[in-house]
């Protein structure tokens, strides 16, 4: 393959993979819990969390979350009600953390091919090169708990790296695809 073909593609696929989301999800549930049962449900404190941050604790983002989970909720035949007939209570939290990513790039090639791991600059190496990253890692976690002890009994998790200035349209449909991605597995296959 000659050389501007394959550089070309190499581009293409940095460009590609670049749009990929580093969303990672995990979920937990009480594997006795008899969740064919579930028909309603009803949010805890209507949906609102208890949070220092302003920029999770705001009423665009509430809303945005809270209409999230409702629709996913509703293509899967769950009903909106009073909290005094509910099946379950939702609930949920965010949070957005500060993360220090750490990348050493050793250049060890010396003028005879590759040369040993670490060469001290002296003898002809070179040192590595360290550079520090900071970035902001948003995290939703959403709740399902029983409706008579509010004890937990389904819990998703979801994990992004945040991406700084979007537009609304942006941020909607970043929340809309967490909510799902976070509530594929539920009710959880018994």
């Keep these: 393959m000659n050389r501007p073909v394959f550089f070309g593609l190499v581009v293409a696929l940095l460009f590609l993979s670049s749009g990929c989301s580093t969303l990672s999800v995990n979920t937990d549930y009480n594997p006795a819990y008899d969740f064919s049962a579930l028909k309603s449900y ?3 404190n209507n949906g609102q969390i208890s949070s220092s941050d302003a920029r999770v604790n705001n009423a665009l983002i509430v809303d945005r979350v809270r209409k999230a989970v409702e629709q996913t909720l509703a293509t899967r035949g769950y009903v ?3 909290s005094a007939s509910a099946d379950f209570i939702v609930s949920w ?11 050493t790039i050793d250049h060890f090639y010396s003028p005879y091919g590759y040369g040993s791991l670490y060469r001290a600059p ?14 902001e890692v948003g995290t939703l976690i959403i709740d399902i708990l ?3 002890q509010h004890k937990l009994i389904w819990r998703g998790t979801g994990e992004d790296r945040l991406k700084g200035n979007k537009k609304p ?4 449909k970043g929340i809309d695809e967490a909510v799902a991605a976070i509530m594929k597995d539920f009710p959880p296959a018994q």
């Design 42 to 44: 009803a949010w805890l």
């Design 80 to 82: 909106k009600t009073d």
């Design 93 to 103: 939290l965010g949070a957005i953390d500060k993360k220090l990513q750490v990348d």
């Design 122 to 135: 002296a003898l002809g190496g070179s040192m590595p090169t360290v550079r520090t990253y900071e970035y």
């Design 146 to 148: 029983d409706p008579d």
């Design 169 to 172: 349209e942006e941020v909607t």
